[in-house]
């Protein structure tokens, strides 16, 4: 039996007086793709969070790689990319090449540190995985937002992680990088057995890619296989008849269920 990758049971979180999740409970294992949705103010980005080590009272509720999150320390098993790459610094003085070497630091890095071969090896395969290795001695600040997007892309994916988590990682993108991505997410995800979760408001896009759906508002409304979602009485009652409709429709069309692992 292989291990859970993330299991988060019974999480409820708030701020001050008001509930933004309650009661999570949802298990993704090797190999998982995830399609996280939901509307705005669902509390997606909270529960990264909590995921993430970042909420701490969630700690006791979630497991990674079968170890307890508050005893977790192989963070480099994680690969990670926020929403809001706006709030980076343009400024920040480092090359694409060093940007994306961040990635492979641990949480207690010690300075100077010079790369590796191999570290330097997976910073390459990392650029020409996102097609930018003619960019990689060019300052992060000189780059158009597509560009930058792809250098963070990159970061979260070089380091090989077992875990990848992507909050709305498109956005910024043209619609042939855009293709090329999710390919690439794709060939990750059934090649390498990587656990996804990705984050995304076009939940009528997201059965394109993904196996598995969440969909959360301050609670599970549905976790399971695209299948499953779409032969749900409950789920067309909940969306209406047109929207179930639409999702599957997309998921259909791209061959039906991809299958759990």
Same mark, same amino acid.
């Given at each position: ?50 995921? $993430?080590?970042?909420? @701490?009272?969630? +700690? ?6 079968? %170890?307890?999150?508050?005893?977790? /320390? &192989? ?81 979260? $994916?070089?380091?090989? @992680?077992?875990? +990848? ?6 956005? %910024?993108?043209?619609?042939?990088? /855009? &293709? ?82």
């Amino acid at each position: 039996m292989h291990e859970t990758v993330l299991s988060v049971r019974n999480f409820s979180f708030r701020y001050a007086a008001s509930p933004v999740l309650t009661d999570i409970t949802f298990d993704a294992g090797p190999g998982d793709y995830v399609g996280l949705v939901g509307p705005n103010g669902s509390g997606k980005s909270t529960l990264i969070r909590a995921v $993430l080590g970042l909420i @701490p009272a969630a +700690l006791q509720n979630i497991h990674l790689f079968g %170890a307890p999150a508050s005893g977790f /320390r &192989e963070w480099k098993r994680i690969g990670y990319l926020p929403q809001r790459i706006g709030q980076f610094n343009p400024q920040f003085p480092a090359t694409v090449q060093e940007i994306i070497s961040l990635g492979l630091l641990s949480t207690k890095p010690a300075f100077p540190k010079r790369r590796t071969a191999g570290e330097e090896e997976a910073v390459m395969r990392a650029l020409e995985l996102l097609g930018i290795k003619d960019l990689r001695r060019k300052m992060i600040g000189e780059l158009s937002g597509g560009q930058q997007q792809r250098v963070f892309i990159a970061r979260a $994916l070089v380091n090989s @992680p077992e875990l +990848l988590i992507l909050d709305e990682p498109t956005a %910024a993108l043209d619609p042939d990088t /855009r &293709e090329r991505f999710y390919e690439l997410l794709d060939s990750l995800n059934r090649k390498q057995k990587t656990t996804i979760i990705l984050i995304t408001h076009d939940i009528g896009s997201i059965g394109r890619y993904a196996n598995r759906l969440l969909y959360l508002d301050k609670r599970v409304v549905f976790y399971g296989g695209f299948d499953d979602f779409c032969r749900s009485t409950e789920m067309a009652s909940y969306f209406g008849d047109y929207s179930q409709h639409i999702i599957c429709h997309r998921h259909n069309d791209e061959g039906g269920e991809r299958g759990t692992l």
